[in-house]
């Protein structure tokens, strides 16, 4: 076999590669806006329980918690359901990425709960983690997308720290949530129109 034509199988290889991590183990538009909306409804939802802790008094905590517990909740179920239908190579790919989602989101959760820390420090972190969880999972995809996310998150994560405990929870309802739903637009627009020969 020639040189070039060994480089070009290992071009093939490599690009058959990075299609098949996108497809089987990248997150899709529906799971995109899914967490989406749990994020921006129960930031948007924990900024209105401190805007009125004089009225809530001893159950801000316990509120919070269980907006909280409940947002995670639905959109681990959703996620779960959603790629319960992937068989063959993507499914135990996909379980363990599932999994390590999971696990870090419960661990975050009973740290948390453990703790009974619920200032707005807990968000600053969770945000943060979740940015690092987007940036790892991009890179190690070949998923631009992802890590567009995770620096998106990352960097709204900043800004609305920057703004102050007032408003950093309603600051990530719009940048947060709103980021992961214009995430999942833009993943059904690529995935419409991509050109599979070219990373996204």
């Known amino acids: ?6 480089h070009q199988s290992l071009a093939l290889i490599q690009e058959t ?9 990248s ?4 799971v995109y806006r899914c967490w989406g909306f749990a994020v921006g409804i129960a930031f948007a939802l924990t900024h209105l ?8 008094g001893t159950w801000t905590g316990v509120t919070i918690g269980s907006i909280w517990m409940v947002a995670t909740l639905v959109a681990m179920g959703y996620t779960y359901r959603h790629y319960a239908s992937l068989r063959g190579v993507s ?16 661990l975050l959760l009973l740290t948390v709960g453990l703790t009974g820390s619920f200032n707005w420090l807990v968000g600053i972190w969770a ?18 997308l992802q890590m567009c996310t995770g620096l998106w998150l990352g960097l709204a994560n900043l800004f ?9 929870d309603l600051a990530m309802a719009l940048l947060g949530g709103g980021g992961l739903i214009v995430a999942g637009l833009l993943h059904d627009r690529i995935r419409a129109g991509r050109d599979y020969g070219e990373p996204r």
């Open 1 to 6: 076999m020639k040189p070039e034509d060994v």
């Open 17 to 25: 590669l990075v299609k098949a991590r996108r497809e089987f183990f």
């Open 27 to 30: 997150p899709d538009g529906p």
């Open 49 to 56: 329980v401190v805007s009125h802790r004089d009225r809530v």
């Open 91 to 106: 499914s135990p790919a996909g379980r363990r990425i599932w999994l390590v989602w999971m696990i870090s989101i419960l």
């Open 127 to 144: 945000v943060y983690t979740v940015s690092i969880l987007y940036l790892m999972m991009g890179a190690l995809y070949f998923d631009n």
């Open 160 to 168: 609305a720290a920057r703004l102050g405990e007032g408003v950093y």
